[in-house]
């Protein structure tokens, strides 16, 4: 039912509208005339009985930043294997103007403003991880918290379009260098872990995960726990990879490469990396490169698309085959005959 009662301002009358309904919150509107109240409040009436109406009294008094902060609050991420890649992607989320933005008013032109500063020192790639999390976290608000907002403004805004793969490997006599250039590494598990890295193709983060228990000395297999898609899988060791285990001396924390005094994050595992790059003279290289050359030596050697899904994890052979792999044509002419 709809109420009407006058109020006398300084200047003016005016008249408040006031419609309540049980199962509702009073919504509450002032009018110059009482003609413009009734119709007003009739059409409230209408969306009440048609299921049409939307609350957006509490989206109103939130910013973008404040669904931001309860969505780590509440642990949301938590689930997630790129929990700490979605930690930070918030962090930069909250330093931009961006999240200062109330939510009613947030709209497709924030987005792509937002979208022009991060292209300004972000990949494209970046941006869209960005995008991708805004919007995760704006949909949570609307099926969870109950926060009613007229649309997803980021559904509207295209990604970014990505750029060719990098297609770089270790060329000519450059590994030798690099191995080189790490055995004068302060860090003395460097060369070893480029080793076994290029060996079996394993990602910087499964190395730095891998433990003591989880070889089969027996079977020469490493088992890999908590990978990047989710999923545990076990790699045969070669030779040369299975010697590097052995050579390790043990450690008490079960670690097969664990943290010291030189190396206590990943961050520092890098700056050493740069620096053996640096006295290699090896230029635009990075670790995850080592994959890409790993898989590339894993078909040189003849192994079919399966045997190297095994040790690179891949799950869709279109990416091995695409991203992970460069061969040399020069290597391949004795084998054409």
Known sequence: MAYFRKRKLKTITTILATVRRVGHKPIYKSFVNKKDAQKWARAIERKIDTGGLSDYSEASKQTLGDLIKRYIREGKHEGRK???????????????????????????????????????????????NHKSLLSIIIDTAITDWGIYLPFNPCKAIKRERIPKPRNRVLEGDEEQRLIEACEQSKFVYLKSMVQFSIETAIRQGELLKARREHINWEKRTLTLYDTKNGEDRTIPLSEKAF?????????????????????????????????????????????????????????EKGLSVPQVQVLSGHKDPRILLNTYTKLDPEKLVSKLG
């Open 243 to 299: 010697s590097i285990l052995i050579s390790l001396p043990k450690q008490f924390s079960g670690e097969l490469f664990p943290s010291s005094s030189w190396v206590r994050s990943r961050d520092e595992l890098n700056w050493h990396w740069k620096l053996a790059l640096r006295t290699a003279k090896i230029k635009n290289l990075r670790w995850h490169d080592l994959r890409r050359h790993a898989c590339s030596l894993l078909f």
């Open 82 to 128: 790129d929990k700490e890649m979605i930690q930070s992607r918030v962090n930069n989320l909250l330093k931009d103007t961006i999240a200062d933005i109330n939510l009613l008013r947030l709209s497709t032109r924030h987005i792509a403003e937002y979208r022009d500063r991060c292209r300004k020192k972000w990949s494209a790639n970046t941006f869209n």
